[in-house]
């Protein structure tokens, strides 16, 4: 926001704005995200999911400006992130688009996803995770209640989880079973499949 300071001798002519949560005292220097897509419906425009008119709404950034209340905005978070259904972009990260599937609206300001609570954040931010890590070229370690995220050596085969991160197991890159020397027992099998129809 342009203006021009009033202190003695400055010259600046640009204001800055910081949120801070009034629910709960911080420090100076704590700062809360503003949520610039959740705006009082002061149009009393209804909910693209359930038709109510509510006080508070989101609003997301497609160009109709569709609108949907909190509630349903909850849910929608709720059943993309179960069936995990959020996209992936370079820039913004893990987020969703307009839901009515506007093109151009994936929601920038990811912390809006905080609606989902602490267990579904969580799970939210797990899964971004995730998808980061196997977009970047790396892999999960695939022993039961581990799922490290490692990025293996590109000129081997042999993938060995670490002690410090996940549980220790040595295995294919390839087929994620236990390392082994040859042919991955998935092609093998193939092979084996493929010669007797040929037969």
Do not use: W
Not at 14 to 28: G, L, Q, R, Y
């Amino acid at each position: 926001i342009h203006g021009v300071c009033q202190s003695d001798g400055c010259q600046g002519n640009e204001a800055e704005f910081f949120m801070k949560c009034a629910s709960h005292p911080t420090s100076d220097d704590d700062l809360s995200v503003a949520l610039d897509l959740i705006m009082t419906n002061s149009r009393d425009v209804p909910c693209i999911a359930c038709t109510d008119i509510r006080d508070v709404v989101l609003v997301f950034q497609c160009s109709e400006r569709h609108v949907i209340c909190l509630d349903c905005f909850r849910g929608y978070c709720q059943t993309r992130v179960s069936e995990r259904q959020f996209m992936y972009d370079p820039v913004i990260g893990y987020s969703l688009p307009c839901a009515a599937g506007c093109p151009d609206s994936l929601i920038k300001e990811l912390h809006h996803f905080r609606i989902l609570g602490d267990d579904q954040y969580g799970r939210y931010l797990q899964y971004g995770a995730e998808e980061c890590l196997l977009r970047s070229g790396g892999l999960m370690c695939p022993s039961p209640g581990c799922g490290a995220g490692l990025f293996p050596p590109e000129d081997s085969r042999r993938v060995e989880c670490d002690r410090q991160l996940g549980c220790g197991f040595v295995f294919c890159k390839n087929c994620r079973e236990g390392y082994h020397e040859g042919a991955c027992p998935t092609e093998l099998a193939l092979n084996r499949t493929t010669s007797s129809a040929k037969c």
